[in-house]
């Protein structure tokens, strides 16, 4: 019988996405049925601005067996509660974007008709007093989520901030520990089959050739294998998402790291702040077509709240994702893959995703055309769903006169977001896909913040009186405030962790 199973596995790309695939594929692969080999090259620099995670982040972490104490320490990481949103909606304009749930720990989307309810009736609290996490961010506090799944703490929910750079090498050592083999160079050559096309080596600058069975493209924007010699094409989201550019800049850290990332709203983008234990993080996302490079890195240095550490990096890219991310026997993971603006976090999502999705389809040395069309068809719909809550965030603003939020507010958004808006807007109701990233609570939280009201709630929800509706929802606000004057401060907890790892 012909041996059709993977033998060598060539990754093209270290960075944050290459050492996450080989982290995740040196620990499944065990005992070892085929050789990792890593290429990648010092000269070349990564793009390196994702320093903010989401809560799947724990997923993958588990996964690679990185415990939290070890992350804390090795990237200098701080928690994260979810994102605070300045000036979306004109000047002084706020909202928080949550980890976590809202309401008490059995509401589950019951909640969101009985805040709706006593919204429509005109007698509703800020739906921020609902949820803890946001409660806690603003008050610099923080807890890990209770295991008691009575407990107004199990609501909570929560991420990290880490330096990238310090991530990706994280993982390299455990990587490289279990086996993985890393190669310095550069791609000089690919080799392909003469009827398959389907890659066969690779060769580098210094000569060696690297032949493999299945090759993961982590090459970046630069797409070399999936693009730069496959063509698997590129569907493009710019007339969606406009910002096409990114400058980022660190700066010295001057006051104990708040809990959560915050996004300002500009003239034509917006800025991101992401506080590490040693410095923070900055950087401005603009569309180049309403402002220049100057003005962009004008606005971005002019509301730092520290020093500034290094000169603003510029990185140019396009919104949108590849046609195929498998195409015959490579697989883009990254941004490779496609790229999303970094405003809710989601690029080391999709990485994760990428890799999880590729390891329970993991191939034969044929990759079967079959396996390749399911991962394509799954890993499409994940940045679709990212795609349109990006969407919802530009198109559905109010307050901003400029004309770069002129035009999101007045394009046509995807017909998918066309019918979520609808459905929120008519019923309260948040329609969500089966394995969709955003559950009901971001949507809320970004529906609600970004100015949308519901005209209507669950018709179930009449069972109830008002005044029962009312005293429950008074209830959820006294557990909420009991619960958060039990919450240390954030750098309290953070510094415990460090001393007990």
């Known amino acids: 019988m012909t041996d059709r199973r993977i033998r060598r596995v060539v990754i093209l790309g270290g960075g944050t996405a290459g050492w996450m695939t080989a982290a995740a594929l040196a620990k499944v692969n065990s005992p070892p049925q085929f050789d990792i080999v890593l290429l990648e090259s010092e000269e070349i620099g990564t793009v390196g601005v994702g320093e903010a995670t989401i809560p799947t982040i724990h997923w993958f972490n588990r996964l690679a067996d990185v415990n939290e104490a070890e992350l804390l320490r090795e990237t200098r990481a701080t928690y994260k509660l979810g994102i605070e949103f300045l000036g979306w909606n004109g000047a002084g304009s706020r909202y928080f974007h949550p980890f976590g749930r809202y309401g008490g720990p059995h509401d589950a989307s019951l909640f969101y008709h009985r ?21 806690a961010a603003w008050a610099g506090r923080f807890a890990a989520p ?18 990238a750079g310090l991530y990706a090498a994280c993982l390299r050592r455990r990587a490289q520990a279990r086996g993985v083999r890393r190669i310095e160079g550069r791609v000089t050559h690919v080799q392909q089959h003469p009827e398959s096309g389907f890659i066969t080596s690779l060769t580098t600058h210094r000569g060696e050739t690297l032949e493999g069975d299945l090759f993961i493209d982590c090459s970046g924007l630069r797409a070399l294998l999936i693009e730069g010699t496959l063509e698997s094409g590129f569907e493009d989201w710019s007339h969606w998402l406009p910002c096409d550019r990114a400058l980022a800049a660190p700066s010295t850290r001057i006051q104990d790291p708040i809990p959560h990332t915050r996004a300002t709203a500009h003239e ?6 992401i506080p590490l234990q040693h410095r923070t993080g900055n950087g401005i996302v603009y569309c180049s077509g309403f402002i220049s490079d100057a003005q962009a890195a004008d606005t971005l240095l002019t509301h730092l709240d520290g020093q500034v550490l290094a000169e603003p990096r510029l990185i140019r890219f396009l919104a949108g994702r ?10 883009a993971i990254g941004l490779s893959a496609g790229f999303l603006e970094p405003l809710e976090s989601t690029s080391i999502h999709l990485i994760q995703s990428g890799i999880a999705k590729f390891l329970s389809l993991f191939p034969t040395r044929d990759c079967a055309p079959e396996t390749a069309e399911q991962f394509n068809r799954v890993f499409a719909a994940d940045f679709e769903s990212v795609r349109d809550f990006l969407v919802l965030h530009y ?17 046509a958004p995807p017909d ?78 953070l510094q415990a962790q460090l001393r007990n790892s």
């Not at 709706?116 to 005109?122: D, H, P, V």
């Not at 034509?268 to 702040?273: F, H, K």
């Not at 198109?395 to 394009?411: A, F, I, K, L, S």
């Open 115 to 135: 805040w709706i309810r006593e919204e429509l009736a005109g007698s509703a609290d800020s739906h921020h007093e609902y949820s803890l996490s946001t409660q």
């Open 416 to 493: 998918s977001l066309v019918s979520r808006l609808s459905h929120f807007t008519r019923s309260g109701r948040i329609v969500l896909g089966t394995d969709e990233l955003f559950k009901e609570a971001s949507w809320f939280a970004v529906m609600i913040g970004q100015g949308l009201r519901p005209g209507d709630y669950n018709p179930l929800l009449d069972c109830i009186s008002a005044e029962d509706n009312r005293a429950h929802l008074q209830r959820i606000r006294r557990q909420i405030s009991a619960a958060l004057a039990t919450m240390g401060r954030h750098e309290d907890h």
């Open 395 to 411: 198109h559905c603003t109010d307050g901003r006169p400029e004309p770069m939020w002129r035009h999101c507010r007045h394009m």
């Open 146 to 163: 209770a295991a008691d799944p009575d407990s107004i703490l199990a609501t909570l929910g929560y991420a990290y901030h880490f330096d």
């Open 322 to 331: 590849r046609r195929r991310a498998w195409d015959r026997n490579v697989i």
């Open 268 to 273: 034509a983008g917006w800025q991101w702040r």
